[in-house]
């Protein structure tokens, strides 16, 4: 009965077969979305926890600069001191290296680590126990020679300029008392220097080149 009276009437079957798509449309469009919804929500379990105004946000900027401009000090005021020992010699002045520097920091990190002033030992982690191992850490072309000075003192960084100036011509006289260390400040064939320093443990390594990485 129902087909008849649609059939009987077209303006009525046209109306409700426009109603019927729309309400096709609508219900797919829901149930779409509804899928879509439960892909993109996160679980619980990987969901970061929220910040509270109780919780701390530790931010060492400050602690790292401090100690990279410490770094450099030293570095600058050792070659400093390093250089002045060349010139009385009348030998070529060296340049900074920041491979050699970085390579340098590492040993003396390590050094910090295993408590202990040293070139080579089985302390230090692999891969880093001996001058050999590390100087393999860098690229070279062609023949070079390098060679490694360590320090160590338990005498605290001064503040002053004055003081910390003093402090690496210090330690530069030590290593100058000192027949191997002192054979590798004025070996003649040195152009490059690099320095590492890490809690009174400092690291100069020196070399006839600059490393190519």
Known sequence: MIVKDVLARPTRFVYLMIFFRCFLALVVSFLLF???????????????????????????TKGLQLEEQTRQDVEWLVLKWTNEERRKRKLPALTTSLLLGKLGQVHSLNQAKADLMAHDSDKFPKGWQTFGERMKKLRYVGPVTYAENVFWTNQPLPLSSSGRSDYARKMVQAWMSSEGHRKNILHPKFSRMGIGFCQGYVTQLFASQEPKN
């Open 34 to 60: 509804h899928s879509a919804s439960a892909e993109t929500t996160p679980s619980s379990k990987n969901t970061p926890k929220p910040q509270t105004g109780k919780e701390k946000v530790i931010n060492d």
